[in-house]
C-alpha cells in the first residue's frame, strides 16, 4: 500500500483525482440546483407541469373512453343481423330484380391504450376498415370535427414544447448571469477543470427539470394506472419509463443548447432572445416544414384518387372484355367472366399496393428528414415507443394487406368448387379475417424503430455539449 | 410632442438586433414553408382535376360522387382542408350521404401544415412578443426612464408611442413576409394559385387578422413591461401567456370542449340509424313483393310494371330519407352545439380567434366544410335523386344492356364560398374579440403606466 493508504489501480494510477474531480463536478451541479430552488425555477416549473400532465392524461382518457365506446358499439354492431332481400318482378313479357341491403358500418381496430400518453398515429388507424377484395378506409372517427384542426395535447406534446422550454429555462442564464455577476471570473480564477464547471451546470440544470417533470410525468402515469386502469401490465408500465427518458434526453438537449447560447451571449437578455427564436425555429416550424417538403419530394396521388382509379381501371376491364352486349341476365354467365374477375382482383391488389407502399415510402423520408431535429426526433420516438408510431402503422398495413390476399385466394378458389361450398369459403374466410386482432409491435421491435431518433437526440445533446465546452474552455477571463 | 415622441423611439429602437435576428429567421423559414405549400397546392388542385374527370364519367344512377373544389387560398391556411373528407358518395338506393374516406394524410397527426397561418399566428406572435416586452424596462434599466418622465407630458403620449413602433415593426415583418410567401407561392404552383382583385381583397383582410393577432401580443407585451421592473421577469412572464394562449390552449380547448359537450359517439349514432333504416327496409322488401305479385296476377307487361316499380321506389326513397333525417337532426344539433361551443372557447386565445377568422377567410375551416355538406345535401335532394329517377325510369334491365347505360350526367356541382363581405359578417366574433382584447391591454398599460414609480 502507498503511504497515503489510497488504493491503486493494478496500473498504478490513483483514484483520488478522478473522485475528486467528479466531486467538484457534483459541488457546481449542487450550486446550480440550490440556486435553481431559490429563485423558484423548480417550483415554477414543478407547479405547471403538474397542472398539464395530469390534465392532459385525464382529457387524453376522456378521449380514449370515447373511443373505446366507439369501438365497444362498433364490435357490437357486427353482430346485428344484415337486412336484404332480392324481389323478383316477373311479367309474362320479362322479368327484373329489385335488390337492396344495409348492414353495420365496417370493423374499427380497437384503440391503442398508450395513445392516451402518445396519440401518434392512432389518430389515423381510428377508421372503419373493410378488408375483402381491396382495403377500404372509412373516414375518421371523430367525437367533434374540431378535434381535426389540432394537435393531441397528449405527454408528447407537453414534453415536445414545455419541458424544452422549461429546459432552456434552466440553463439559459447559467454561464451570463455569472459573467453579470462577476462571478464567473472569481471561479476560472480557481484551480480547478473550466470543463468540471460546465458538466456541472449541466448536471445541475438537468437535476433541476427531472425532478418536477419526473413528479409531474409520473403523476399522471399512476393517474392513468390506478384511477383508470388504462396502463396495466409490465410491458405498458415499461413502456411509460422508456418514454421518460428519452423525454428527459430530449430535454438534456436543450440545456446544452442553451448552455451554448448561454457562453456566446454576453446579456441575458440576447440569450433569451436568441434561445426563444431557435426554439421556435427548431421546435415549432422546421420539423414540420421538412414533413412537407418530403411531401412536395416524394408527391402520392390521395387516396380519393386510388378509389376513382379503382373504379375506372375495374369498368373499363369489364367493358372490354365482355363487350358491349352479352346474353341477358347474370355476368357470371359469360365464358370470360372468371378471366375478367380474376383480372379485377389483380388490379385491385396492385394499385393498393403500389398506394400504400407509396404512402409507407413517403412516410420513411418525411422521418428521416424530420428526425434532423431534435423535435422530429423525440415525435417519431416516443410514438415508437407507445406502439402509435410509423413502424407500428406499417405493420397494421401488413396485417390488412395479407387479410387481403387471404381473401383474394379464396375468391379464386371458390370457382373450383360447389357453389354452396365456395359461398362459405368465402364466408369463413371473411369472418377469419373481421375477428383477427391487429398485431401489437413486441417492445424490442419498438426500440429498434426508436433508435435512430434516440441516436438523433444524443448527436444534437453531443453537438451543443462540446461547442459550449470548446467556448469555455477558449472563454477570456481577462 | 406625441409624434416627436414616436419619432424618437423608432429612431432609436425602429432597426435593432432583435428585428433584424426576427426578419433574418422569417428570411430562413418563409422560402421552404412557401416552396412546399405551392406544391401541395398544385398537387391539391390536379388531384382533384382528375377524380372529378374520373367521378364524372363513372356517375350512375345508383351512385355519384361529389368532390369539393379546392379552396382558392389554401396555400395560405390549410386549416380543416385535409383533415375532414372533401368527396362525399350520394346513392339513390341509401337514405345517407356516405362520407368517402379523407385522404390517408398519414403525417398531419404528428406534425401540423407550415403555412402562412402557422407562421404569422406562431412565429410573428413571438416576435411580437420579444419586441415588446422591454419597452418600459429597458428603459428603466437604462435609466433613461426617469429622465422621460420627468417631460410634462400625459404618460400616455410616452406609452402609446412604444405601441406604434412595435406595430410598425410588426406591419414590416408582416409586408415582407406576405409579399416573399406569396410571390414564391405564386411562382412554383405551376400557375395554379395566381393573383385576382377578389383574392388581393381576401389576402388583406387575411393579413389584417394576423396583423390584430400580433398587436394583442405586443399589447401584452408593453403591458407586462409596465407592470414589472426587470427585463426578464417581463419576458418569462409575457412568455408564459404566450405559450398559455398560442400553443396549449387551442390543442386543450377543443378536448375540454368535448368531454364538457359531449355529442353521441358516431357509432352509436350510426347503430340507431341502421337500425331504423333495416326495419323500413323489411316494409319496403314486403311492400315490393306485394306489388309484384299483385301487377302478375293483374297481367301487367313489364313496361307498365317498371314504371309502377320505379313510382313506389321513389316514395320509399324519400320516406327512408326523411326519417333517417329526423334520426340524426339529433345528433346533428348536439354536434353543432359542441362545435360552437368549442368554438368560442378557442376564441378566448387570440392566436385561436385569428385561426378562426383565418379558417372563414380562406374557406378551410370548419364553416366552410359545413357549409360544403349542406350544399351537398341540397344537391342530392334537387339533382341527384331527380335525375337518378328520370333514368332508372328510362332502364330496361331486362334488355341485356350493360351497365353503362345507367351513366348519367349530372349538373356540375357548384360550390363557391359565401362573398368577402358575408366572410367578414361570420367573422365578426373573433375579429370583434381581437378588437377587444388590444383595447383592453391598452388601456389596462395605459393606466399602470400612469401610477408607475420609477424609484
Known sequence: MPATG???????????????????????????????????????????MLLLFPLSAHLLTVDYKHRLENWAVNQEAQNDPAVSGVVPFKMADGSFLHAAGTKADPPLPEPTALSVLVRGMDKETDRSVTVGQRIGFGPRQYSSNLLALTEAPDAAFVIKLLVSLFALFF???????????????????????????????????????????????????????????????????????????????????????????????????????????????????????????????????????LGARLYEARRQLIQANLGANHPGGSFFNNPN????????????????????????SQIEEAKKLARLWPAGALTFGLSDLANTGTSDYRSYVDFLRSGRDNVIDALKRQWDMKPEEGKNLIQETLDSVS???RPVTPLEESLRAAAPSIASLFAWAAIFGYAAYRRIQRYDVR | MFWAILLQEIKRRGIGVVFISLMALLTVIIPPSAYTQARYYEWAIKDRATRDRIHQAENTDQAAVITRP??????????????????????????LTTTSSENLDLLEWLFPSADLGLIIGVLMT???????????????????????????????????????RTGLQLFIALLYTLASYIMIVVVFSG?????????????????????????????????????????????????????ATVLVWPSLGPYIASSVFPAPSRQSAR?????????MLKEELAKYREAAAGMAAKGFGRDAAWEEYIRIKKDWTVMRRSEVGRLSEKEDIQSERQQINAGRLLCISPYGAFREAAGIFCSTGLKAHGAFMDEVERYDKEEFLPASFESQAGGKPWSGELKAANHIELRSFQFSPPSPLERLKDASFPLVLLLLEIAALVAFGIFRFRHYEVG
Open chain 2, 70 to 95: 379546392v379552396p382558392r387560398l389554401l396555400p395560405l391556411f390549410n386549416g380543416s382542408y385535409g383533415s375532414l373528407s372533401d368527396e362525399m358518395i350520394l346513392r339513390s338506393d341509401s337514405a
Open chain 2, 191 to 243: 400557375g395554379a394559385f395566381s393573383l385576382d382583385s377578389e383574392k388581393v381583397f381576401e389576402i388583406g383582410v387575411f393579413s389584417l387578422t394576423g396583423f390584430l393577432a400580433m398587436m394583442v401580443y405586443a399589447s401584452l407585451g408593453i403591458a407586462v413591461s409596465t407592470v414589472v421592473k426587470q427585463s426578464s421577469i417581463a419576458l418569462a412572464a409575457s412568455m408564459a401567456i404566450w405559450v
Open chain 1, 435 to 437: 375477428v383477427r386482432k
Open chain 1, 337 to 360: 367472366a372468371r378471366q375478367v374477375l380474376f383480372q379485377t382482383y389483380e388490379i385491385d391488389r396492385q394499385l393498393t399496393d403500389e398506394f400504400m407502399l407509396g404512402k409507407l
Open chain 1, 171 to 305: 440553463s439559459l442564464d447559467s454561464v451570463t448571469f455569472e459573467k453579470k455577476e462577476g462571478t464567473l471570473r472569481a471561479l476560472l480564477t480557481h484551480p480547478l477543470k473550466r470543463s468540471e464547471m460546465l458538466f456541472g451546470k449541466m448536471l445541475g440544470a438537468g437535476l433541476s427539470l427531472a425532478l418536477p417533470f419526473g413528479l409531474a410525468y409520473f403523476s399522471a402515469v399512476a393517474y392513468l394506472c390506478w384511477a383508470r386502469g388504462i396502463i396495466s401490465g409490465e410491458e405498458e408500465l415499461l413502456r411509460s419509463v422508456l418514454i421518460f427518458i428519452v423525454g428527459l434526453l430530449y430535454a438534456f438537449v436543450f440545456i446544452c443548447i442553451g448552455l451554448f447560447i448561454s457562453t456566446v451571449t454576453a446579456r441575458s437578455k440576447a440569450a433569451a432572445v436568441t434561445a426563444l427564436l431557435l426554439w421556435g425555429a427548431v421546435v415549432l416550424i422546421l420539423p414540420n416544414a421538412t414533413v412537407l417538403a418530403a411531401k412536395s419530394i416524394f408527391p402520392v396521388q390521395s387516396y380519393n384518387h
Open chain 2, 126 to 164: 413571438l416576435m411580437a412578443i420579444l419586441l415588446g416586452h422591454d419597452a418600459i424596462t429597458e428603459e428603466r434599466e437604462n435609466g433613461t426612464l426617469k429622465a422621460l418622465l420627468s417631460c410634462p407630458v400625459a404618460r400616455h403620449v410616452i406609452w402609446l408611442p412604444k405601441l406604434m
Open chain 1, 6 to 48: 489510497h488504493k491503486l489501480r493494478t496500473d498504478g494510477h490513483s483514484f483520488q483525482p478522478m473522485a475528486e474531480s467528479f466531486y467538484r463536478t457534483w459541488l457546481f451541479a449542487r450550486r446550480e440546483v440550490v440556486a435553481n430552488w431559490l429563485n423558484l425555477k423548480i417550483i415554477i416549473a414543478f407547479v405547471t
Open chain 2, 271 to 279: 347503430r340507431v340509424i341502421v337500425a331504423k333504416e333495416s326495419e
